[in-house]
């Protein structure tokens, strides 16, 4: 991948031909209201916001969680979550977009209501139909690295690859597979689920993710405002150390003094 | 209904309970909790959520688990509110009809019992269903008596599509019906079945269900799967607390969720507490009766065995006892609820099944909730993901 080096100021991420100064995504389940909702959002200075179809009525402004977010500097992004296949998916997403007007569509699939782990086959399958329809479509998806090339072949705007089980607050489990997909992808890879603490945040972004989503970091947190805080800088922290190229690691020490070094051309 | 085993498909459920010596109380039961000591309660307080383990249940619920109640409320609050956030989803149950063929000991509605029976005509139904929307509920449970003459799939799908635009999301506790009747209804945008076994004990069950189509204890117990197998999305299931030591039923129960979320992965299954309430006409003296503190550290087992599933804390229980519990693992409450046909706008003085404790209105209870940091949740579904009969993927 050839890696563009540019000033972490002007580094904006750009998706579907958007430009987002902020490379933090948030959803918006399991707040304790709408009101500290907004409140993390607005501290996180986050200008793609995902919400689940099925929590809000798309189509009414006045609703409790969308009138919260100011659509004047929020990408608005539904999200399918609930649906169990790609009918369902597609079907929802077709309603929503008729409903809002918004084109723009976090795909979920998840079949499983216990691990809600995504369906690769189904969101194969629906990202096909959407992009076809003219969607743009980020799909969520388990960090398999062949689906992520399948699903940029399908014209999906985005990957988004499981960190660890949504909810679950584990940190980047899936990281040896993230890399691969961030390696080869045409299009960014956003790290979603599974990201509990900043330093995860940190984490994926200092191995070159375009953007995370975090949100039950910031729901259960006793204090999801400061958290949101929090996130944020490491989520700036990462990128800029992503793009100040980290040094390799590596699994022995490198003394600083070679013990060849006595060696001499003679 | 199903009423022959011939009939049935092989049940996974029965076949746990059986192999498990779980579908009557074992014999042994003076000495079963025996083997378990607190140093095995205190580990498996420690230990993170595992898969399913019916040590660890038994565990949790034993004798020895008693003096860590406090711990295991603690352990309790954290996993809930990680797997689901600072939310509480609330439905309200709407009575349909009390008419009953069952002569079920503990029920008001029992067929013996000499009481005006009431079937709500559709538009009688659309009043009660159109009156608790006017509180903001979207998530609507159908109740009914058993009685095929009066209460069919076809009138409760007309109902339910009636009443569509008010409710995301309507599930029905009813009879049980026949897994075409149940696809019937899956199709009809009815998305949720409770049904409780009452007793996982066989014997107990006899007795309790002495007459009418309910007396068959296979044909109840294999009905889970049957609408998780007509596509229902959502199972509830629960036993009656108070007719049988809640231990046993709680070992018995707890099966029945594993073996259901096993096999039938793609339905959520959801567990109530029916604690016993006084009835008209009906027997006083329960010889189980369950007290706060074992019903507690039945929902602190259950959460700290599954960290998925749904619990469900209706208005039989009192709103002091609510408060309490909230935290600990619940995720779906009722609110204003009435238990009697007509009950909240058409016929207010019909006869209840059963008593209410929690007699807080509504909107008292949601802002009990906001009071206490808990996002009261009226829609969690959308109708759009039900099939209208167009396959989109072809249409593309």
């Known amino acids: 991948m050839i890696q563009t080096k540019t000033a972490a100021e002007t580094d904006a991420l750009v998706i579907a031909g958007k430009k987002f100064n902020s490379r933090m995504f948030v959803g918006t ?22 919400v689940a ?24 992004l539904p999200n399918t ?29 998840t079949p499983d209501p216990y691990s809600l782990l995504p369906d690769p086959v189904e969101t194969l399958k629906a990202a096909e139909i959407l992009v076809k329809d003219g969607f743009i479509v980020l799909p969520y998806i388990n960090a398999d690295p062949i689906l992520a090339r399948r699903l940029q072949d399908a014209g999906t705007a985005t990957v988004m690859p499981l960190g660890s089980p949504i909810g679950t607050n584990q940190g980047i489990t899936t990281r040896k597979q993230i890399e691969i997909i961030i390696h080869q992808a045409t299009v960014p890879v956003v790290v979603d689920a599974g990201i509990g603490l900043p330093s995860h945040a940190a984490e994926a972004m200092e191995m070159g993710a375009s953007a995370v989503l975090i949100n ?13 805080r929090a996130f944020k800088k490491a989520v700036e922290a990462g990128r800029e150390a992503y793009l100040a190229g980290p040094g390799q690691m590596r699994s022995v020490a490198e003394a600083s003094s070679p013990l060849t070094g006595f060696l001499r051309d003679e | 209904m199903i009423s022959t085993k011939s009939e049935i498909p092989q049940s996974h459920v ?228 108070g007719i049988n030591d809640w231990r046993y039923e709680t070992m018995a129960l707890g099966l029945h969720a594993h073996v259901l979320i096993k096999h039938y ?3 959520k299954v959801s567990v109530s507490f029916p604690r016993i309430r006084p009835a008209p006409d009906v027997m006083d003296n329960f010889p189980y009766y369950v007290n706060d503190r074992s019903l507690v550290q039945m929902i602190l087992a259950l959460r700290l065995t599954f960290s998925d599933i749904g619990m469900s804390l209706s208005t039989r229980e009192s709103g002091e006892m609510r408060n309490h519990v909230l935290p600990m693992g619940i995720t779906h409450m009722s609110a204003g609820s009435k238990t009697n046909p007509g009950g909240y706008e058409v016929d207010v003085d019909a006869t209840e099944q059963f008593v209410i404790s929690d007699e807080r209105s509504v909107a008292e209870v949601s802002e009990y909730l906001r009071t206490r940091g808990f996002d009261p949740v009226w829609k969690d579904f959308d109708p759009a993901f039900l099939d209208s009969g167009e396959a989109v993927t072809q249409d593309s």
Request: some cysteine; charged content about 30%; proline content about 4%.
């Open chain 2, 265 to 267: 992965w793609q339905s």
């Open chain 1, 29 to 50: 389940g399991k707040f304790s209201s709408a009101d500290v909702m907004r409140q993390a959002v607005d501290a996180c200075g986050t200008e793609m916001v995902t």
């Open chain 1, 81 to 109: 979550s609930g649906a169990r296949d790609a009918d369902e998916a597609v079907r929802v997403a077709r309603l929503a977009r008729a409903a809002s007007g918004v084109e723009w569509v976090k795909l979920e699939i």
């Open chain 2, 14 to 241: 029965l076949k746990a309970l059986e192999e498990n010596g779980l579908d009557r109380r074992p014999a042994n039961w003076d000495s079963y909790f025996d083997d378990v000591t607190e140093a095995n309660v205190r580990r498996q307080i420690a230990e993170p959520i595992a898969p399913f383990s019916l040590r660890r249940l038994k565990t949790l619920i034993s004798p020895a688990a008693l003096p860590y109640l406090e711990q295991m409320a603690q352990a309790a609050v954290r996993v809930t509110r990680q797997r689901f956030g600072n939310t509480i989803n609330l439905y309200a149950p709407v009575y349909v009809s009390n008419f009953c063929i069952n002569r079920c000991k503990y029920c008001g509605f029992n067929a013996t019992h000499d009481l005006p029976r009431k079937r709500l005509t559709v538009d009688e139904a659309v009043r009660e269903g159109e009156a608790v929307a006017r509180e903001g509920f979207r998530d609507l449970l159908l109740v009914a008596g058993e009685d095929p003459k009066y209460v069919t799939p076809e009138y409760l799908c007309e109902i339910a599509a009636r009443l569509r635009k008010h409710f995301s999301s309507i599930s029905i506790e009813i009879a049980p019906q026949s897994e075409e009747s149940y696809r019937i209804m899956e199709r009809g945008g009815i998305e949720g079945v409770t049904l409780y076994q009452e007793t996982y004990d066989r014997e107990l069950y006899r007795e309790y269900h002495p007459k009418g189509p309910k007396s068959d204890y296979v044909g109840r117990i294999v009905m889970q799967e049957a609408a998780a197998r007509a596509g229902m999305r959502r199972l509830g299931i629960g036993a009656l607390l």
């Open chain 1, 216 to 228: 039950t970091a910031l729901a259960v947190a006793a204090d999801s405002v400061a958290m949101a």
């Open chain 1, 53 to 76: 179809l099925r929590r809000v009525d798309i189509d009414n402004p006045d609703d409790d969680m969308l009138s919260k977010l100011d659509t004047s500097r929020i990408q608005l």
